[in-house]
């Protein structure tokens, strides 16, 4: 029997060191680990509703408009514009605006599959190498963007 009671003990104190408890009998240590145990319940709640609030803010973030930029080259500009959906005909959207401002394609490459992604270098018609600055290619693209965005809506 002696040894039942060295086993029951030795549970006691492992239960003791693994809770921090200070108690000296059983009933102590219990009280402390049910405590503990709480503490933990506490504890992975707060980290829930952190990561909830964290995959909250995300699903926003990706409801904000597309990513555009616009970068001057040499000759023309390197255009890029992403977005965490497939967006069907919002390529042609895009190019259609292009056409408005006067920019040629001269080399692009687009993914529509599991999300939007375009990158294209445009050339300016010959004659307006003055009038297209990457400000207005860039609103040429962004207002190409709202419009599309319209005319799902609608749909």
């Known amino acids: 029997m002696a ?17 921090n408890s200070t ?11 049910s405590k503990y145990i709480e503490e933990l319940k506490e504890k992975v709640e707060r980290l829930n509703q952190e990561v909830g609030t964290s995959q909250a803010s995300a699903t926003s973030q990706n409801q904000l408009p597309m990513q555009v930029t616009v970068e ?17 005909g919002l390529l042609v959207s895009i190019l259609e605006a292009f056409e408005e401002v006067g920019l040629d ?23 307006d190498a003055d009038s297209l600055d990457a400000q207005v290619v860039k609103q040429a693209v962004v207002q190409a ?7 799902n809506d609608q749909d």
């Open 72 to 88: 001057t080259l040499e000759k023309g500009f390197l255009i890029n514009v992403l977005s965490e959906k497939n967006c069907p």
């Open 105 to 127: 394609v001269l080399d692009a490459r687009v993914s529509c599959e599991d999300n939007f992604q375009l990158e294209a270098v445009g050339g300016e018609y010959q004659g």
């Open 3 to 19: 040894s039942g009671k060295q086993k029951k003990a030795a549970r006691y104190d492992k239960l003791r060191d693994v809770t």
């Open 145 to 151: 963007i709202n419009n599309w965005r319209e005319n």
């Open 23 to 33: 108690g000296m009998n059983k009933t102590s240590i219990i009280v402390d680990a």
